[in-house]
């Protein structure tokens, strides 16, 4: 279903997955481009953000923070969008916005939500390298996990969008860092161009015991966004007064019922409280009003310094994302995983 200018391509939820989603729960649909009112903008998407908190909004109750996407409409996402026509005042023909437009070549705004990125030289790092991940990562690891000199900081995912900036970061103030990540083509990433002092590939066998020998000194911080066994290897190596801040847990995104075994929370709860342990969840959205100006001074100096590394997983093709997703919740990206919907 190749692009047309009248027409509106439109990746709609087609059925609500039970357990890992497939590409057969959505449906690529055509609709006719929408004819903005007064006081609305219409939008070009140009580059489409995929992450893993979109499969929680697949789910009927959605979230405490986001509502479910209804079947039969379009699967909700950032956007790096531009302008096309505008009866809106404060927005022209031409300008470049970072917008909430879902997945589609087209969509409409009153102009709440958007920003306008100027002219930036890569306009896709608004979703990621200077947007939503990063700044998940920057507020995770300094305003709750709090790394010191010296100090031993775990990651998981660590070539993911998120985990990435957090090891290099936490590089930055003095830390040790050690990444978990899967694959042994990750793990060398992570080490070579990401400066982390250690990587163990998750996917081999005896992850606690390789964890130990990487963390003699404990763990003083784990940036927490997978769960699972992951978070079974790090629970006994947390040192006394480690933080913990939680901003996902991909692991179980797609479980159905409990996870087998013995039931972990006696001694998950007994871990934090003799330890004295600070376990934090987060949701990015509360922090933009406080925290995103100097997230943007900062990220943007560190990446003009060369200090920071990114790494971005483009699929071409508004058509490839349900497949695209898929494969991020399985862990095949590399980076920041972006869709190129349109030429910039």
């Not at 990401?194 to 390789?210: I, T, V």
């Amino acid at each position: 279903m190749p692009q047309r200018p009248d027409i509106n391509r439109r990746i709609l939820l087609a059925v609500r997955p039970l357990g890992e989603p497939t590409v057969q729960d959505f449906r690529l649909d055509e609709a006719a481009v929408p004819v903005p009112a007064e006081g609305q903008v219409l939008l070009r998407t140009l580059y489409l953000s995929l992450d893993p908190y979109m499969r929680n909004l697949m789910d009927e109750g959605g979230t405490r923070y986001a509502p479910a996407v209804p079947l039969k409409q379009p699967m909700v996402g950032a956007t790096v969008s531009r302008v096309v026509a505008s009866r809106h005042p404060g927005f022209g023909v031409g300008e470049l916005v970072l917008a909430s437009a879902g997945w589609q070549d087209y969509a409409l705004s009153d102009g709440t939500g958007l920003t306008p990125l100027g002219d930036m030289a890569q306009p896709s790092l608004a979703l990621g390298g200077l947007g939503m991940t990063a700044f998940t990562a920057y507020v995770g690891l300094l305003d709750i996990g709090q790394p010191r000199p010296g100090e031993t900081v775990v990651v998981a995912a660590a070539t993911g969008a998120v985990g990435s900036v957090v090891g290099q970061i936490a590089r930055l103030k003095g830390a040790r860092v050690v990444g978990i990540a899967g694959g042994a083509e990750k793990c060398r990433h992570a080490v070579e161009q990401l400066g982390f002092d250690a990587c163990l590939d998750h996917r081999a066998p005896g992850l606690g015991e390789r964890l130990a020998a990487a963390c003699p000194d404990g763990i003083d911080v784990y940036f927490e966004n997978v769960g699972g066994a992951v978070f079974d290897a790090v629970l006994p190596l947390l040192n006394d007064g480690a933080r913990v801040p939680v901003c996902g847990v991909i692991a179980h995104y797609n479980d159905a019922a409990p996870p087998p075994g013995p039931d972990r929370l006696p001694r998950v709860m007994s871990t934090l409280l003799q330890r004295r342990i600070r376990m934090q969840g987060f949701v990015i959205l509360d922090h933009y009003g406080e925290r995103f100006e100097a997230f943007h001074r900062d990220m943007s100096q560190w990446l003009a310094e060369g200090r920071i590394a990114l790494r971005e997983d483009r699929v071409d093709g508004l058509e490839h994302a349900p497949a695209a997703f898929v494969s991020l919740l399985q862990g095949r990206n590399f980076g920041k995983l972006v869709v190129r919907v349109a030429d910039a």
